[in-house]
């Protein structure tokens, strides 16, 4: 019998992706070397491409876990493909979260993976489906600190420590963003199995407006100064400063460099 997963080109790596990761690893490379003639423009497109594929990531590690909880339509829609363009709502899984770390330097949680939860039996794994993404931007954010929690950044340059610094802000913000208890985040999948059917219907008409509450509350300066006072507080403890951070996204917004940050410590 065929299954929705039967196709080879179900789960074959998109060309899409590949590309994302190599304009990832050539702008890396241009950064770390000092090659670009533009410094700023390689850390705009390396930072920028290194969060697609973490956002790609985020949305596979959905998929992945529901399809070995049951749910086995997710190779027929393309989600194991690593392709942005199968997700369901590409828009707010790339293009939003892009425009955001521009604009703000936040990592905007990302968008959907439409999962048949009808096919799938058992709390823990539907807890365990909504867990997969955030916990992806974690072991992101574990690798970009790594060379700083381990004292390793002898020889490493200047502009590629603040642009990996700047990108571990980023998994930072969206692991912490992603676990929030907030109807349409992964935080309430998370816990919403396990809450009463009374429960359930009274916040589902919350769902489609969880995000857009969640960035009204960080508009509000008192709100914003207590959660990037928590992120720049975890970032520390993991070896990162505040300067790492600030002048990596000053020089990722290449056209506005602060003074500050144009000349290397």
């Given at each position: 019998?065929?299954?929705?997963?039967?196709?080879?080109?179900?789960?074959?790596?998109?060309?899409?992706?590949?590309?994302?990761?190599?304009?990832?690893?050539?702008?890396?490379?241009?950064?770390?070397?000092?090659?670009?003639?533009?410094?700023?423009?390689?850390?705009?497109?390396?930072?920028?491409?290194?969060?697609?594929?973490?956002?790609?990531?985020?949305?596979?590690?959905?998929?992945?876990?529901?399809?070995?909880?049951?749910?086995?339509s997710v190779g027929a829609k393309g989600y194991l493909t690593l392709n942005?363009?199968?997700?369901?709502?590409?828009?707010?899984?790339?293009?939003?979260?892009?425009?955001?770390?521009?604009?703000?330097?936040?990592?905007?949680?990302?968008?959907?993976?439409?999962?048949?939860?009808?096919?799938?039996?058992?709390?823990?794994?539907?807890?365990?489906?909504?867990?997969?993404?955030?916990?992806?931007?974690?072991?992101?954010?574990?690798?970009?600190?790594?060379?700083?929690?381990?004292?390793?950044?002898?020889?490493?340059?200047?502009?590629?420590?603040?642009?990996?610094?700047?990108?571990?802000?980023?998994?930072?913000?969206?692991?912490?963003?992603?676990?929030?208890?907030?109807?349409?985040?992964?935080?309430?999948?998370?816990?919403?199995?396990?809450?009463?059917?009374?429960?359930?219907?009274?916040?589902?008409?919350?769902?489609?407006?969880?995000?857009?509450?969640?960035?009204?509350?960080?508009?509000?300066?008192?709100?914003?100064?207590?959660?990037?006072?928590?992120?720049?507080?975890?970032?520390?403890?993991?070896?990162?400063?505040?300067?790492?951070?600030?002048?990596?996204?000053?020089?990722?917004?290449?056209?506005?460099?602060?003074?500050?940050?144009?000349?290397?410590?």
């Amino acid at each position: 019998m065929t299954t929705a997963t039967a196709r080879p080109s179900d789960r074959r790596i998109s060309p899409v992706f590949l590309g994302i990761v190599a304009v990832a690893a050539v702008t890396g490379w241009a950064t770390w070397t000092g090659f670009a003639e533009q410094p700023g423009l390689a850390v705009f497109l390396f930072v920028t491409a290194a969060w697609v594929v973490s956002l790609c990531l985020h949305e596979y590690a959905h998929a992945r876990t529901a399809l070995h909880s049951g749910d086995i339509s997710v190779g027929a829609k393309g989600y194991l493909t690593l392709n942005p363009v199968k997700y369901t709502h590409a828009l707010l899984s790339i293009v939003l979260p892009v425009l955001f770390v521009i604009m703000g330097g936040i990592g905007l949680p990302g968008g959907a993976v439409f999962i048949e939860r009808g096919r799938i039996r058992g709390r823990w794994r539907h807890s365990l489906i909504s867990a997969a993404g955030p916990l992806t931007n974690v072991l992101f954010a574990v690798v970009c600190t790594a060379p700083f929690w381990l004292d390793a950044l002898d020889g490493v340059p200047r502009d590629f420590r603040i642009a990996l610094a700047f990108l571990a802000l980023l998994q930072v913000t969206a692991a912490i963003l992603n676990f929030l208890p907030v109807p349409g985040l992964d935080g309430y999948g998370v816990i919403e199995p396990w809450l009463s059917y009374n429960v359930r219907r009274q916040v589902e008409p919350l769902a489609p407006f969880g995000l857009l509450i969640v960035f009204a509350l960080l508009w509000i300066p008192a709100v914003n100064g207590v959660f990037f006072g928590a992120v720049d507080a975890l970032l520390r403890g993991l070896g990162i400063g505040e300067i790492d951070t600030y002048c990596g996204f000053e020089l990722y917004r290449f056209w506005q460099t602060d003074e500050l940050c144009s000349v290397s410590p």
